[in-house]
C-alpha cells in the first residue's frame, strides 16, 4: 500500500512538471514571435520616416524651380521690368518663398496615423513580451520546486499516510461489539437506524473519512452496525456488499440514512477510494 500511494503521488508530480514544461516551451516560442513582429513594425516605420523625407525634399527643390522660372531676366528692358504684366504678377503671388515651403510639413495625407498607430503597436508589443518574460520565470521557479517533489514523496515514512492503518478483521469487531453490553443512552430524534450508542470505536473507520479497500476487504465503521465490506474492484466501478456496483463519483447506500461514496476505483492496482457517511 506504502508503494501505491508513492507511486500516485510521484505520477502527480510527473504530470505537474510537464505542465510546467509546456508552459515553458509556449512562452519561448510566443517571445520569439513578438520579436519577429517588433523588427518588422520597427522596419515599416523606418520606411515611412524615409518616405517622408524625401517627400519633403521634392516638394522643396519644386518651390525653389517655380520661384526662380518667375524671377524678371536682366537681359529684358528696363520698362517691362517695372512695369510686370498682370498674369506675372498673379503667379508671383501664387508661389511661396522657399523658406515658407520648407517651413510648412509636407507629409501625406494618413500618414501621422499611420505612424502613430505603428507606435502604439509597438509599446503593446514590447508590454506583453515584458509580461510573458515574467510568466516564463515563474514557470522555471515551479519546475525547479517540483523536480524534488517525486523524491521527498517517495522518503516519506509509512507513519504519515493516514489511509494504510491496519484493521482488524471484521468478524472480531463483530464479535466484540455482540459481547458488549447494550448501552443505556437514547440517540437523538431522527438519527439513522445504523448509528447505536454501542457500536465499535476502535480499529474502524470513522464516519467521513476516506479509505482505501481491495476485494475481499472489511472495514467497520465507528458507532455504528455498518461493515463495508469490498466484493470488487473494477475499472472505474467498487462492487460493495450492501450498495452494489458504486461507479467512480457516484454513491451508493448501504442502510436507510447511510451512503458510501467512491471516489476512485483502480483495476491496475486493485483499491478504491471510499468514505461512509450518515445523515
Known amino acids: 500500500m506504502d508503494r501505491v500511494i508513492s507511486l500516485l503521488a510521484a505520477l502527480v508530480g510527473l504530470i505537474a512538471l510537464g505542465g510546467a514544461i509546456l508552459v515553458h516551451t509556449n512562452a519561448d516560442t510566443q ?20 518616405n517622408t523625407n524625401t517627400s519633403a525634399a521634392q516638394a522643396t527643390a519644386a518651390s525653389v524651380q517655380a520661384t526662380a522660372s ?23 503671388a501664387s508661389v511661396e518663398p522657399p ?6 510639413p509636407s507629409t501625406e495625407p494618413g500618414v501621422d496615423d ?6 502604439n ?9 515584458h509580461d510573458q518574460s515574467s510568466e516564463l520565470e515563474a514557470a522555471r521557479a515551479q519546475v ?4 524534488a517533489a517525486p523524491v521527498q514523496v517517495a522518503a516519506a515514512s509509512p507513519a504519515s499516510l493516514p489511509t494504510v492503518t491496519p484493521l482488524a478483521p471484521a468478524g472480531d469487531v463483530s464479535a466484540a461489539s455482540s459481547a458488549s453490553a447494550p448501552a443505556t443512552s437514547s440517540m437523538p430524534p431522527g438519527t439513522p437506524a ?27 465503521i465507528c458507532k455504528t452496525k455498518l461493515v463495508v465490506k469490498v466484493a470488487a474492484v473494477n475499472d472505474g466501478i467498487a462492487t460493495i456488499n450492501g450498495a452494489g456496483d458504486v ?22 492496482s486493485g483499491y478504491a477510494e471510499m468514505r461512509v457517511t450518515c445523515n
Open 99 to 104: 523658406a515658407a515651403a520648407a517651413s510648412k
Open 144 to 147: 525547479s520546486s517540483l523536480e
Open 70 to 92: 518667375l524671377q524678371p531676366s536682366s537681359a529684358q528692358p528696363t520698362a517691362s521690368s517695372a512695369q510686370p504684366s498682370a498674369v506675372q504678377t498673379a503667379m508671383a
Open 247 to 268: 461507479a467512480q463519483g457516484g454513491i451508493g447506500t448501504l442502510e436507510k440514512g447511510c451512503n458510501v461514496s467512491v471516489f476512485s476505483a483502480d483495476i491496475t
Open 194 to 220: 445504523a448509528i447505536v450508542a454501542d457500536g465499535p470505536t476502535k480499529d474502524c473507520i470513522p464516519l467521513g473519512t476516506r479509505f482505501m479497500g481491495a476485494a475481499g476487504d472489511s472495514f467497520p
Open 114 to 119: 499611420a505612424l502613430l498607430a505603428l507606435q
Open 31 to 50: 517571445r520569439q514571435q513578438m520579436a519577429t513582429e517588433i523588427a518588422q513594425l520597427k522596419a515599416s516605420v523606418s520606411l515611412l520616416g524615409n
Open 121 to 129: 503597436r509597438v509599446t503593446s508589443l514590447e508590454q506583453l513580451t
